[in-house]
């Protein structure tokens, strides 16, 4: 089973605080996502990476930053986190070509619900 | 960029009740997914369904891609069905993009 990995299910963090979400996975998919999603709002894209060192803005990039060091993690920094980044995050991954062409596949991690003090 | 709306936002059944949950899409589609995220927040992709009709057990979904909308069937709906669940769409226009946009959810409570 493909597995996506989220360090973190739950984070308090203070204003102006550095914060790292981490997300790993295993099924050495290209693509990697970071969603947002907040009530009423569905999920929103912050930053997406097709490749190593790779990475194209979301809808929300704002206030982001992402790293793809390697292919199998993916992670998210706040420079300096705000109240209104209070979130919950989601990581995914998907496969590209035929394999996404024919099943479409976006496999998800368990979430990081980041409260900013 | 591509609207996708979603109804009911809410809805509550009795436990063995059926339903229908609705995707309308403004734009022609490349790929068209639903998801069910649980309570606790993990999201599972039930069909990808840019076309046609799927079926997985209580669970079935239909694509009208030339009228631009989508239906999630849930029949004799159990507790576990609870949760929100997303349509999410990539574009026609940003084929290869894989880029999904998602709908605002509709957020179901099984009650028993």
């Known amino acids: 089973d493909v597995k996506v990995t989220q360090s973190s299910r739950y984070l308090v963090k203070r204003t102006g605080e550095k914060v790292f979400l981490e997300c790993v996975q295993d099924?050495?998919?290209?693509?990697m996502f970071w969603y947002r999603q907040d009530p009423g709002l569905g999920l929103r894209l912050i930053y997406f990476?097709?490749?190593?060192?790779?990475?194209e803005k979301g809808d929300i990039p704002e206030g982001y930053s992402v790293s793809r060091e390697k292919k199998e993690r993916f992670s998210l920094i706040l420079e300096s986190a705000s109240t209104n980044q209070t979130s919950m995050y989601l990581c995914?991954?998907?496969?590209?070509?035929?394999?996404?062409?024919?099943?479409?596949?976006?496999?998800f991690g368990e979430g990081s619900r980041l409260t900013v003090l | 960029g591509i609207q996708v709306e979603q109804s009911p936002p809410d809805l509550i059944l009795q436990e063995g009740a059926n339903s229908t949950l609705r995707c309308n899409f403004s734009d022609s589609v490349n790929n068209l997914q639903w998801f069910h995220q649980n309570p606790w927040g993990q999201l599972i992709n039930l069909f990808y369904i840019p076309s046609g009709t799927k079926q997985n057990g209580r669970l079935s979904a239909t694509t009208v891609a030339t009228e631009r909308y989508s239906l999630l069937y849930i029949s004799s709906s159990q507790t576990t069905d609870s949760g929100v669940y997303f349509c999410a769409v990539e574009p026609h226009k940003g084929a290869g993009s894989y880029q999904l946009t998602f709908g605002k959810g509709t957020k179901l409570s099984v009650i028993p």
């Open positions: 990476s097709y490749d190593v060192k790779m990475k």
């Open positions: 099924m050495d998919h290209e693509n």
């Open positions: 995914a991954s998907s496969p590209v070509g035929l394999a996404w062409k024919n099943t479409g596949e976006l496999f």
